[in-house]
Each structure stands twice: as structure tokens, then as C-alpha cells.
């Protein structure tokens, strides 16, 4: 697809190099010629300087023949005149970034009255990530597909649990529970596990699992489940005031620590059901008097990556909090993973999948849309079809020739969940989940061998 990207800062780069990656024919739009060059000198893209909102600069960028505008820049409302301007020239799709809370309830009136494709606000997709980690204590990370009806949780295998040893087929007959488990990562390796795999102590893996089996599944493997009644947070952004909204809306205690006495004085009259203390969260005895040893969920959201990394090793030598830590910047990614932080945030990711979850479905090519998208760690994704009518719908899933790197996980039917095993059958209007190390998938036809494939690689064992 030809798409034009207006705004090069970190999200506008950070979505150029996976677009980019993907075959895309990219243009990008940037008041700043220092940026763009860093760009055009690394990624096989075009460029043009200058502003997004002027109607000669898009025509340059060949806005007339794009089927796609993606507008980040910081400002909301050049966002929003860029994506209408393009609109109205070319009848291509539009994304906007709008990050402004008070754009927030009036999100559907823009879009609709704008004729955009889509709004993206960063600050609230991360914030809701979080809030389902905090509902799930004892998940690493949560993705949410069929409107919020199925879950793929992801677990770290503890010490001295009954998973260790055991074999992928054995776990449902010896725990009597109805799992299905999608992913194995082990050592920077991904596994699409087969019966035999076995299981170790440190594994981390993703399932999914009836939300009546979770309490008892998480009690029988030595997770612990624990529900989190109080969460603190560093830092009082666009992300913890979202945050702290929807916490305190599902009856948890919320503490925000915050360094700026007017941003302080706002979020007290925006959430007067928190507590909001005026302090630097770097100060070990201001933490320890606000309680930090005994708050459950620790969540460092300043604007420095440094700054949040050291709080959150702090809070966890000092508590035993669940721990949420926000880094912008991936330059040493195989460093913070090893840190003993807990869950990484990374706004700049959640934005990306939620626009290349929008480019994937604008690829499809048998009607089969990616209606969500979530990438999983080790480069693996999650993705959630929607069933056209095909000649392989009706078909047994033992006789369909699926991917060896691809796995089927769930089926959900009118609102029914359905765990697939080979008797079960695609239907037209079902939405499947599939999880899959292998990249760039569009539609569901992708999951499916070719006619005549080449030799490929089993996972390993």
C-alpha cells in the first residue's frame, strides 16, 4: 500500500520502521529536514519538509493517489486538519493521534464528523493495557480479543510448580482444566508447542483459559491470584490519570506521586477519589512514608526512562508489589528485559499494533479481516480473523493444511467460546484466534500451507 506518515518524532519513526519492514511504500512528512534524513538514510522511504495541514505539501507527497494517511505529530489538531485535508483531496483512509483527555468522550463525533478511518490515543490504549494486567495479577501480559469475551494470558512458570516436567498433552488430564497452551518462550527461543514439549520452571507461557478454571488453574501451578485492591502511582501524565480513572472505577485504591504542584492541584479536581501526594518520587523516605511496602501494584510512569527503571528496582527490593515500568526508548531492549522490573509499558508499541492491526485488514485479500492484533514477545503474534464465506469453512480442522508455525487457539461463535480440537469445523461469521511466530500475516488464508510448499522448518522441539 502507498502511505504517508505525518510526524517523525519517536511513534511517527517507530511506525515507519515497522511499515517499512512490512513492503510498504512509504512517504513521511516532517517539519524537520534533520529528521527525515535520519530516516531516508536508513529505511527505503521518500520524504518531504513541511507541514502536514498544507494541501501543496500532501499533493507532493502524492496524496492523490495514497490509500492511506497516518498523522502523529504532537499537536492534536494539525493531527486532525492533516487527516481531513487528506480525506477531501484523495478519499484515503485517515488515523489520527489525538492524546488530549478532553478529546476523549467526544472521540466517535470527531471521527464521524472528520470521516476518519480511526483515533488512536496512546496515553489511553496503554493505560487500558495496564488495567487488565492489574485485574489479572497473575499474568505478565493480557490481550483481550472478541470485544473483551476471550483473553491470552501470558505466565512466567514458577519455582516448584507442577508444570515443570510436564508435557504439553498432560497438563488438561492432570490438572483436570480446559487450557489451551498457545506459546512457549525459553531462553529467547519461541515455541508453537506440540504435545511432547515439555515444560520448565522459568518458561514463559501464553493460554487461554475459562475465566471459571483461572482461580483454580493459577492455584494448582503455584501462580498466585491474589486480587490487587491498591495500586501507587509515579508520575501524574495523560497515562496515570487514565489509569487511576478506570482503577478507581473497579473499587481500587489509587496513590499518584507527582513532582509539579499545578499538575497535582488538576488531577485532584479530576479525580477527587485519589489520593494525590506533591513529592519527588526519587526520595526513598517520601516512598516509604506513602507506603510503598505495602501497596500491591507499583507503576513508575515519569517522562525518564532511567528514572522509572530505578524506581521500579527500588519497589521491588522493598515490596512485593506487582511491577509496571514505562520505557520509551528500545536502544538497550535486551538489557531492560533481564531487569527484575516487572511488566514493561511501551505506549510507542501499543500504538503501532493498533495501526498495523488497521493496514492488515486494509490488505486482505479473501475477506477474512484482522480485526485485532497483538504482538507477543520473541516476534511471535496474536491475531483474531473474522470467517468469510471459503471452501475451507465446513472442513474438520485435522484436515486442513495449517502452518507447522501456526496455531489455532480459539473459536468464537456468536458470542460462544469455543477451544478448537481437529473434529471442530470453521464456520462463515466465526472469528478465530490465532497465534503464529511467523510474521506479516493479512488474512486467514495466510495460515493455510500453499498448494505446493517448499520445504520449511519444523519448530523446534
Known amino acids: 500500500m502507498r502511505i504517508i506518515i505525518v510526524g517523525c518524532g519517536k511513534v511517527g519513526a517507530a511506525l ?19 529528521r527525515l534524513e535520519e530516516l531516508t538514510n536508513t529505511l527505503d522511504v521518500a520524504s518531504v519538509a513541511g507541514s502536514g495541514t498544507s494541501f501543496q505539501i500532501l499533493k507532493e507527497a502524492g496524496v492523490q493517489e495514497t490509500d492511506l494517511l497516518i498523522a502523529v505529530t504532537t499537536h492534536d489538531e494539525i493531527n486532525l486538519l492533516s487527516c481531513l485535508i487528506a480525506s ?11 492524546r488530549d ?6 472521540v466517535g463525533f470527531i471521527r464521524d464528523e472528520l470521516g476518519l478511518s480511526m483515533v488512536i490515543n496512546p496515553e489511553l490504549s496503554t493505560a487500558r493495557v495496564v488495567s487488565r494486567l492489574i485485574r489479572f495479577p497473575s ?28 508435557a504439553v498433552c498432560e497438563v488438561n488430564l492432570r490438572l483436570r482444566s480446559n487450557v489451551l497452551l498457545c ?55 495523560k497515562i496515570s490519570y487514565f489509569l487511576a480513572k478506570m482503577l478507581l472505577a473497579s473499587g481500587i485504591s489509587v496513590k499518584i506521586i507527582e513532582n509539579r504542584f499545578e499538575r497535582c492541584e488538576l488531577l485532584s479536581e479530576l479525580l477527587p477519589g485519589a ?30 526512562d532511567e528514572e522509572n527503571i530505578l524506581l521500579s528496582l527500588h519497589a521491588g527490593r522493598h515490596s512485593k508489589a506487582k511491577l509496571f515500568t514505562k520505557v520509551n526508548r528500545v536502544n538497550f531492549e535486551e538489557v531492560i528485559e533481564n531487569l527484575p522490573i516487572g511488566t514493561i509499558i511501551r505506549p510507542k508499541q501499543t500504538t503501532a499494533e493498533l495501526i498495523g492491526q488497521y493496514t492488515r485488514a486494509m490488505q486482505n485479500s479473501m475477506g477474512s479481516n484482522v480485526e485485532t492484533l497483538h504482538q507477543l514477545g520473541g516476534g511471535a503474534e496474536a491475531l483474531e480473523f473474522r470467517v468469510a464465506a471459503h471452501d475451507l469453512t465446513g472442513v474438520p480442522l485435522q484436515d486442513m ?15 460462544k467460546r469455543i477451544i478448537p480440537r481437529g473434529k471442530d469445523e470453521l464456520r462463515e461469521g466465526d472469528t478465530v484466534i490465532v497465534v503464529s511466530t511467523r510474521k506479516g500475516m493479512n488474512d486467514l488464508q495466510d495460515i493455510f500451507q500453499p498448494e505446493n510448499p517448499a520445504a520449511t522448518e519444523e519448530t523446534p522441539k
Open 16 to 34: 515507519a520502521e515497522q511499515l517499512s519492514a512490512e513492503g510498504h511504500d512509504l512517504t513521511l512528512i516532517d517539519m524537520s529536514e534533520r
Open 88 to 98: 477531501k483531496a484523495s478519499g484515503c483512509h485517515t488515523i489520527a493521534r489525538v
Open 101 to 106: 483527555p478532553e478529546y476523549v468522550s467526544e
Open 139 to 166: 499474568a505478565i501480559g493480557v490481550g483481550t480479543f472478541a470485544k473483551g469475551r476471550i483473553e491470552l494470558l501470558d505466565i512466567r512458570i514458577p519455582e516448584g510448580s507442577r508444570l515443570h516436567g510436564m
Open 183 to 237: 506459546m512457549v518462550q525459553r531462553a529467547g527461543q519461541t515455541y508453537i508447542p506440540k504435545g511432547d514439549f515439555i515444560l520448565m520452571a522459568g518458561d514463559d507461557i501464553t493460554v487461554i483459559i475459562p475465566p471459571r478454571e483461572q482461580t483454580q488453574f493459577f492455584q494448582q501451578i503455584g501462580v498466585p491470584n491474589d486480587r490487587i485492591d491498591s495500586v501507587m502511582l509515579v508520575g501524574g501524565g
Open 275 to 304: 489520593t494525590i501526594i506533591h513529592g519527588d518520587a526519587t526520595d526513598r523516605d517520601l516512598l516509604e512514608e506513602e507506603g510503598l511496602s505495602s501497596c500491591e501494584a507499583f507503576v513508575a510512569l515519569t517522562g525518564m
Open 401 to 415: 493444511p495449517i502452518r507447522p508455525d501456526v496455531l489455532l487457539c480459539c473459536i468464537n461463535r456468536k458470542g
